[in-house]
């Protein structure tokens, strides 16, 4: 069972940035595959960026892309998640996941999930 913790999250203004951190431990990574998705209220989840533990290819999702960026160390198993130029609809829970293709449908055969942080971007 892989454990994901995330921290970073908070409160910025429009413009702003945050960068939000994943830290993951357990046992082995059948999966090689690290992602970030968010919830808004009253949405469904949605796939922001993914990488591979592997290489360093990268995968966004055209809201957020050339404003985000996605990161890991393999050594220390992290996850980060640099956000820049944030915007009011940034506003979710983000949620960082261990699957299996890294990429928009990494998690449609399941994924590993952390328990989310809050980022809030006021206008």
């Known amino acids: 069972q892989v454990q994901l913790v995330e921290a970073g999250g908070g409160l910025v203004q429009a413009g702003g940035s945050l960068r939000l951190s994943c830290a993951a431990s357990?046992?082995?990574?059948?999966?090689?595959?690290m992602g970030w998705f968010r919830q808004a209220p009253g949405k469904e989840r949605e796939f922001v960026a993914a990488?591979?533990?592997?290489?360093?290819?990268?995968y966004y999702a055209d809201s957020v892309k050339d404003r985000f960026t996605i990161s890991s160390d393999n050594a220390k198993k992290m996850l980060y998640l640099q956000m820049n130029s944030l915007k009011p609809e940034d506003t979710a829970v983000y949620y960082c996941?261990?699957?299996?293709?890294?990429?928009?449908?990494?998690?449609?055969?399941?994924?590993?999930w952390g328990q989310g942080t809050q980022v809030t971007v006021s206008s």
């Open positions: 996941a261990n699957g299996g293709v890294a990429g928009p449908s990494m998690c449609s055969r399941g994924c590993s």
């Open positions: 990488t591979w533990w592997t290489n360093s290819n990268t």
């Open positions: 357990g046992r082995a990574f059948g999966f090689y595959a």
